[in-house]
Structures are given as structure tokens and as C-alpha cells.
């Protein structure tokens, strides 16, 4: 068994499998006679493969129980995904590195409510981890042809995260 120990989600160390998608003075500038500040281009949607198109969906997601135990990962070969919630309620995620992911290669970010993330092509990360009961999350996606899911569930392993933080 893995331990995992969430480190605060900064751009920096998520930049290898994607974005994070936050309100960024430097990409802000004023719009509509000055009454909105507008924050450009925090992320480009990535979907275009097989003719795919971008979508907005909503995902209701359930809190785990504690030790949150990491046995498979996900990844979406056709098209970027990002994840931002709804509420502000700081959540999990956790991404793996390599052609096939494992215990040992988890990476585990507590990001805050105000914080999205967007994963690039091919990345493998876990479904949805939120810290409080329930939580709403809006999602830009890829809709279209093609296998755009690839699920890999661990052998004989596992990796956790032991506190709700």
C-alpha cells in the first residue's frame, strides 16, 4: 500500500498533465464598459479529434469514505477534460505518470473551491474526489466517435490518501 499526502495545487507541478484553471490577474482585463473583469484563456479545449466536439456537462459527486483507497485510474485519449466546481469546496485530485499507471506513480493535489483543473490528452487520473458529501462540478468535455475512455484498474495494489484533510 501506497501512502499518498496531497500537496497544494499549483501550476507549477500540475503543468505535466494539464492546467489549472484559476482567476489570474495577468490574463484579466475589463470588458462590458468596465462593470466585468474577464479572465482569458485559462485553458484551450483540446477535442477536435474523429470530428469530436466540446460539451458542457454537470457531474454530481459523492464523497468517498475514508482512507480513500486509489485502485484504478482513467484516461481520455481523444480529448482534453476539465473539472471545475460548481461550489467552493476544496477537493482531491490525483494523477499517475507513465504508459500505464500504478500505485507508485499517483500523485495526489488538494485543490481549493475556487480552483479547476484540466487534463490534458492521454493523462491518467482518478474520477472525482470531493471532500464534502456532495458536490457539483461542471465539466467541458469531448462528445463524438471514438473510444475516448481507457480504464486501468491496479493488480495487486493500492495507493491511499488517509485523511479527509
Known amino acids: ?3 499518498l499526502t496531497p500537496q497544494k ?24 464598459e468596465g462593470t466585468t473583469r474577464r479572465y482569458h484563456a485559462l485553458a484551450n479545449v ?9 460539451i458542457i456537462s454537470i457531474f454530481k459527486s459523492q464523497r468517498r469514505s475514508a482512507p480513500i483507497a486509489i485502485t484504478m485510474m482513467e484516461k481520455h485519449p481523444l480529448g482534453s477534460q476539465a473539472f471545475l466546481p460548481a461550489e467552493a469546496h476544496d477537493w482531491l485530485v490525483v494523477v499517475a505518470t507513465g504508459d500505464l499507471p500504478s500505485a507508485e506513480t499517483c500523485i495526489a493535489f488538494i485543490a481549493k473551491g475556487n480552483q479547476g ?11 472525482l474526489l470531493p471532500l464534502v458529501e456532495l458536490q457539483n462540478f461542471w465539466i467541458v468535455d469531448r462528445f463524438g466517435e471514438g473510444d475516448n475512455l481507457v480504464e486501468f484498474y491496479f493488480e495487486n495494489e493500492t495507493a491511499v490518501i488517509d485523511t479527509l484533510l
Open 9 to 32: 495545487l499549483m501550476q507549477d507541478a500540475f503543468k505535466p498533465f494539464g492546467n489549472v484553471i484559476e482567476m489570474d490577474e495577468d490574463s484579466s482585463f475589463l470588458i462590458n
Open 1 to 3: 500500500m501506497i501512502k
Open 46 to 54: 483540446d477535442v477536435d479529434a474523429q470530428s469530436g466536439q466540446a
Open 117 to 127: 483543473v484540466q487534463y490534458a490528452k492521454n493523462v491518467w487520473h482518478h474520477p
